[in-house]
């Protein structure tokens, strides 16, 4: 069972940064991203949980939502089994707990999408919260 655990959230400044990483790993051992699409999704209080950004399982594409266009990006380092996600430009709307995820589909090889069914792997979550 592949494992995805996120971390880095706490508290953030309105308009500063925070970054946030999702490892993944098999029975405590690091493996492969390749082939996988990562999503990272927010869940705001009392809101439903809705896609954020994704990067494709090639790493050569990134679907992101019009909130966070132009101070969020997302990045991978598959040696490490790692992606992150660069939060820049905070604003109080950014609070929420976040959750990345995974996807081993053939469909977001190329082209990854913020749809959360496609999803097969989900961690736990890191909350943010973002004031002054």
């Known amino acids: 069972q592949l494992q995805l655990v996120e971390s880095g959230g706490g508290l953030g400044q309105p308009g500063g940064s925070l970054r946030l990483s999702c490892a993944a790993s098999?029975?405590?051992?690091?493996?492969?991203?390749?082939?996988?699409?990562i999503g990272w999704f927010r869940q705001a209080p009392g809101k439903e949980r809705e896609g954020v950004l994704c990067?494709?399982?090639?790493?050569?594409?990134?679907n992101s939502a019009d909130s966070v266009k132009g101070r969020f990006t997302i990045s991978r380092d598959n040696a490490k089994s790692t992606v992150y996600l660069q939060m820049n430009s905070l604003k109080p709307e950014d609070t929420a707990i976040y959750y990345c995820a995974a996807s081993a589909s053939d469909e977001l090889f190329r082209t990854c999408m913020l749809w959360k069914p496609v999803y097969d792997y989900w961690g736990q979550g890191t909350p943010v919260t973002v004031s002054s």
């Open positions: 098999v029975s405590g051992f690091t493996l492969d991203l390749d082939h996988y699409a």
């Open positions: 990067i494709s399982g090639s790493g050569d594409s990134t």
